[in-house]
Nanobody
Framework: VQLQASGGGLVEAGGSLRLSCVAS????????RGWYRQAPGKERELVAG???????DVVDSVKGRFAVSWDSITDTIYLQMNDLKPEDTAIYYC??????????????WGQGTQVTVSS
């Protein structure tokens, strides 16, 4: 499984951005996928995600501002970010947990995409 993320950029506070992450390879083996972010000097944290059965959730800190969606046809997961705040500035990564054909669980990351929110 490979992940390709895109869509970051520089935006003013209150603005919006949409991130995209396309999965390729053995995508039917993906158990869960989501968006994470890592701000300078902080650990990577989960922002939003999907399970294989389609359940989605976002963390409380972005609830009401961010929404995650998944296009199963193109195997793309999106993160719509509205009302962005300077504290949302981070490198955003898409990640997935998948199983190999012999049922070994593995994780994979896409390349990060920088989101910078100016005040």
């Amino acid at each position: 499984v490979q992940l390709q993320a895109s869509g970051g950029g520089l935006v003013e506070a209150g603005g919006s951005l949409r991130l995209s992450c396309v999965a390729s390879g053995s995508t039917s083996n993906i158990n869960a996928r989501g968006w994470y972010r890592q701000a300078p000097g902080k650990e990577r944290e989960l922002v939003a995600g999907f399970t294989k059965d389609g359940r989605d959730d976002v963390v409380d800190s972005v609830k009401g501002r961010f929404a995650v969606s998944w296009d199963s046809i193109t195997d793309t997961i999106y993160l719509q970010m509205n009302d962005l705040k300077p504290e949302d500035t981070a490198i955003y990564y898409c990640g997935a947990i998948y199983h190999t054909d012999d049922l070994v669980l593995k994780s994979v990351w896409g390349q990060g995409t920088q989101v910078t929110v100016s005040s």
